[in-house]
DNA sequence: GTCTATATTCTGATAGAC
DNA sequence: GTCTATCAGAATATAGAC
């Protein structure tokens, strides 16, 4: 049980970084299998319903990624308000310099296709409720109440995501910074 | 000077609701000539540059018109906080139903274009600045000092911009709405 | 099962008729 | 100036060799 399906790996992984950097409609068939150094006949094996599933299948593992990511941070930090603030400055680094940009979590895409394919809308929103879910989930351990700790994680979601999207068109960690600055005021004290 | 530049106008107009519905990639240039009537030499006529050129006319286009709603809300309500969630109020209003949805401003084309053209990139963020310093100037009229009225424009201008992929992705009018409720706690009380 | 070569459609762009 | 017909290339997808 070695050398199992270690093609369908790396297609996906070439898949999920290009699909994050460039978006759904700019990433083509072509670059992947060239990119990754599969032909294109594996891809078609392994993700028989073509482009759709295979960004499916990319959306889900860049969401598992995200999901330790954030679970990390809220683990290792005591503090809420801090460990989001943590997981904001770590996303904000990349943009200081634009070569080393390496992804836009699922944003972009989940733009792209809300309005055009269902099964990648679904997926789009089910990585959001989880990385939503996590953040929730550290509030409640911290003495918030379960209704305003789920309101807080969509209030982060947004601004995290919004803040992304300013970050990269002003190839900048600015905008990502003010956003981390903003957290204790979302977050003020309840409990 | 009656009839003008009118087939102009038809294909801006047209061009600038399916960038903003579909995106930069998945919007053909030979759709805005089918969905505007006119031909394609048209188009080449007056936007000599192709594509590129048309999306930055659209964006500006889009900018203004954004620009002069916000302004609106600005000027007939006198209160800051209540002005700007009126405003988040009636862009969530249109995700309703999904065949009402008329547009995602421009964070979706910011979002496909930032790292592949630098004339589409600086549109964009001229228009993410327009909206910012509108907010700004009505928080500084209410007493605030200018840095936290800046930063504050950052921070609810991402807000609104994560909270629409939101409500997109979700097809629900939900994440914006929350995203009202929290503006309060961004603009707590200054001077 | 793994991969190559090809089919078909559609893209942005242009040349040139009127 | 306004528009039509067409270009070369890239897109997704498939057929079929090995």
New interface residues.
């Given amino acids: 049980m070695a050398n199992k399906p270690d093609s369908r790996e790396k297609i996906l992984q070439t898949a999920s970084r290009l699909f994050q950097?460039?978006?759904y409609?700019?990433t083509g068939l072509n670059q992947i299998i060239k990119e990754s150094g599969s032909p294109k006949g594996s891809l078609y094996y392994y993700f028989p319903n073509g482009k759709e599933e295979l960004a499916a299948e990319a959306v889900k593992y860049t969401s598992r990624y995200i999901e330790a990511k954030i679970q990390s941070f809220m683990e290792q930090v005591p503090d809420p308000v801090v460990a989001i603030q943590e997981f904001i400055k770590e996303a904000a680094s990349q943009f200081d310099q634009?070569e080393t940009?390496k992804g836009?979590p699922v944003?972009?895409l989940?733009?792209?296709t809300?309005?055009?394919s269902e099964p990648l809308?679904k997926v789009?929103?089910q990585a959001?409720k989880n990385w939503e879910t996590i953040i929730a989930n550290k509030l409640i351990k911290n003495g918030y109440e379960e209704d305003e700790a789920v309101?807080?994680g969509?209030?982060i979601?947004?601004?995290?995501?919004?803040?992304i999207?300013?970050s990269?068109?002003?190839?900048s960690k600015a905008?990502l910074l003010?956003?981390s600055?903003?957290i204790p005021?979302?977050l003020?004290r309840k409990g």
Avoid: D, W, Y
């Avoid at 979601?157 to 803040?163: A, H, R």
């Avoid at 990269?168 to 190839?171: G, R, T, V």
């Fill in positions: 950097l460039q978006g409609h700019a634009p940009i836009i944003g972009l989940a733009s792209e809300a309005l055009i809308r789009c929103v959001f309101k807080a969509t209030v979601n947004s601004m995290i995501e919004g803040g999207m300013l990269l068109a002003n190839k905008p003010t956003i600055e903003s005021l979302i003020h």
